[in-house]
C-alpha cells in the first residue's frame, strides 16, 4: 500500500536558523497536505499542493511539490521559537479519498 | 475553514467499560468523516472512513467490533471504543470532508486514558 515518509524525524536548530522537512510517497499523488501540530493539539492544515512542481510561499514558510509528485519538501527561513511542533505531510492517491499521513518531523527551536 | 468539534476532548475510563467519542461538522454537510489515531509521539494512524449511512470501512488491523462507528448524519459520527484496555489508551482525532470544500477538517482530538 502507499507509504509516506519523511525526514528528518527531529530537528533542533537556534533561533533564526533555516529548517527544511522532507517528504517522499511511495506512489504518485493528486496532492499533498502539510499540518503543524502544536504540543498536546491537534494538525492544524498549513496548505495543499496539486500542480507539479508547485511552489507556494506563507510568510517564512516556502513549500514545494516535486515534479513527479512523489515528494515534497517545507522550508522556514529564520526560525521563530513559534515554530516549535511536529509537521506532517499527508499524501492524497489519485484513486483513493483518504490521506495518508508522514511520521512527522519534530522542531525545536532554541532561543 | 469549516469546523469540527469533537467530545468530550479528554476522558479517563476504567479497564473493560466503553466509551463514546461524538465528532461534529458545526458548518457543513460532512459526506466523509474519517477517524485517526495517534500514539505518543507517532504519526496520525487512519483508523476507519465511514460515509453517512453506510457501514465504515476500516484499515487493516482495526477490529471494527471493538472500535465501532457510527456516522447516522451529515453532520455527526461517533467512535465507540468497547471494552476499553490500557493499550487503548491514544488521543482519537476526526476530521471530516464535504460540502463545497476540497480539504479535511481536523477536530481537537479526544485524549482516551485507560486505567
Known amino acids: 500500500g502507499q507509504q509516506v515518509m519523511q525526514i528528518p524525524q527531529y530537528q533542533h536548530v537556534q533561533e533564526g536558523e533555516d529548517f527544511t522537512t522532507y517528504c517522499n510517497s511511495s506512489?504518485?499523488?493528486?496532492?499533498i497536505q502539510w499540518y503543524k501540530q502544536r504540543p498536546g493539539g491537534h494538525p492544524v492544515f498549513l496548505i495543499q499542493?496539486?500542480?507539479?512542481?508547485e511552489v507556494k510561499k506563507q510568510k517564512r514558510l516556502t513549500f514545494q511539490f516535486g515534479e513527479a509528485k512523489k515528494n515534497s519538501s517545507l522550508h522556514i527561513t529564520a526560525t521563530q521559537t513559534t515554530d516549535v511542533g511536529t509537521y506532517f505531510c499527508?499524501?492524497?492517491?489519485?484513486?483513493?479519498?483518504?490521506?495518508?499521513f508522514g511520521s512527522g518531523t519534530r522542531l525545536l527551536v532554541r532561543p | 475553514g469549516a469546523v469540527v468539534s469533537q467530545h468530550p476532548s479528554r476522558v479517563i475510563c476504567k479497564s473493560g467499560t466503553s466509551v463514546k467519542i461524538e465528532c461534529r461538522s458545526l458548518?457543513?454537510?460532512?459526506?466523509?468523516m474519517f477517524w485517526y489515531r495517534q500514539f505518543p509521539k507517532q504519526s496520525l494512524m487512519l483508523m476507519a472512513t465511514?460515509?453517512?449511512?453506510?457501514?465504515?470501512?476500516?484499515e487493516q488491523g482495526v477490529e471494527k467490533d471493538k472500535f465501532l462507528i457510527n456516522h447516522a448524519s451529515l453532520t455527526l459520527s461517533t467512535l465507540t471504543v468497547t471494552s476499553a484496555h490500557p493499550e487503548d489508551s491514544s488521543f482519537y482525532i476526526c476530521?471530516?470532508?464535504?460540502?463545497?470544500?476540497?480539504?479535511?477538517?481536523f477536530g481537537p482530538g479526544t485524549r482516551l486514558t485507560v486505567l
Open positions: 458548518d457543513f454537510q460532512a459526506t466523509t
Open positions: 476530521s471530516a470532508w464535504g460540502g463545497n470544500y476540497n480539504e479535511q477538517f
Open positions: 465511514s460515509n453517512e449511512g453506510s457501514k465504515a470501512t476500516y
Open positions: 506512489t504518485t499523488l493528486s496532492n
Open positions: 499542493l496539486v500542480k507539479s512542481g
Open positions: 499527508a499524501g492524497k492517491e489519485d484513486s483513493s479519498y483518504k490521506l495518508i
